[in-house]
């Protein structure tokens, strides 16, 4: 039987049962907090994760095309035969403040938004967007690239389509995909309805 303590009647002391306890209560609580996540929306599957890092993917891939051969021209100032897309609307176009200024936020400007969408998705805690908000401006962005890329492969005359082209073709579809699996798996800290 158990001594008489200062708070009254003492119990023996098992220290296997108390582990044993110990144990069991965290996994009554372990699976009250998957049954939670369950009931609210919300599962521990990467889907979700993937897809936004997937999209930042392409949006890097997007960027570095810009910078690699993108057509080529046969009639240059300089002589030469390809030219990266930065360098035709920055080098090439108007050079002052203002048309550069336009023409870093024409290439950058979109993706740049894109990619900070999908960095606020892949990070864990604070403010975390919604799987419509990556696809509204994933289809804007695409959409208007999608729209100059058909104009520069049909356009013709003297222009010829260099691998930073391809590039950021794949990329754009990258970025897509991405955006598919977002909103295949999307996440709520509200319970779905």
Known sequence: MGEFGRSGPQLPHDEAAQREHLQEVEEDFRRDREADRVATGRSRRPGWRLGYLVVLVGAAGFVASCFLPYDGLTILPDGTGTVSLYERLV??????????????????GGVASVAVIAIMGATRGGLRPSAATM????????LTWIGLMIREAT?????????????????IGV?????????????SSSPRR
């Open 91 to 108: 080098s090439l176009g108007p050079n002052d403040g203002g048309s550069d200024f336009g023409a870093l936020l024409f290439l950058f």
């Open 135 to 142: 696809a509204a401006a994933v289809v804007v962005w695409s």
């Open 155 to 171: 356009f013709g005359g003297g222009i010829s389509l260099e691998w930073g082209f391809w590039v950021q073709a794949v990329s």
């Open 175 to 187: 970025v897509v995909i991405g955006t598919i699996v977002v909103v295949a798996h999307p996440t």
